[in-house]
């Protein structure tokens, strides 16, 4: 059984900066492909940020709108996910969730993910 568990999300305005984590337990985290995904009322969810297995060198995969903002990373020690949130927008407003890729390669694939956290609030304020 796997359990991922965000926090660290809140109300913020924009222009500054989040850091979310995601605790997980149950099978090898190392052994897995990451990713953060978020859904803003009215929208799909959508792919924000994703790591891929720490063996095959932890590539790091982004959306265009966070590039450049937004930093993915894992502990292995630590069986934890960070999300590492900065420059924030009112449009980055969401639920944000993380998920357990099937595989070692992170994509930006919905499906891809099998296991998904309860999802923690971020709200910008402009």
């Known amino acids: 059984q796997v359990q991922l568990v965000e926090s660290g999300g809140g109300l913020v305005q924009a222009g500054g900066s989040l850091r979310l984590s995601c605790a997980a337990s149950?099978?090898?985290?190392?052994?897995?492909?990451m990713a953060w995904f978020r859904q803003a009322p009215g929208k799909e969810r959508e792919f924000v940020a994703g790591?891929?297995?720490?063996?095959?060198?932890?590539?790091?995969y982004y959306t265009d709108s966070v590039k450049g903002r937004f930093t993915i990373s894992r502990d292995n020690a630590k069986n934890t996910l960070y999300l590492q949130m900065n420059s924030l927008k009112s449009e980055d407003t969401a639920v944000y969730y993380c998920?357990?890729?099937?595989?070692?390669?992170?994509?930006?694939?919905?499906?891809?993910?099998?296991?998904w956290g309860q999802g923690t609030q971020v709200t910008v304020s402009s």
């Open positions: 998920a357990r890729a099937g595989g070692i390669i992170a994509t930006m694939e919905f499906h891809d993910y099998d296991y």
């Open positions: 790591i891929s297995f720490s063996w095959s060198g932890g590539h790091t």
């Open positions: 149950g099978r090898p985290f190392s052994m897995y492909a």
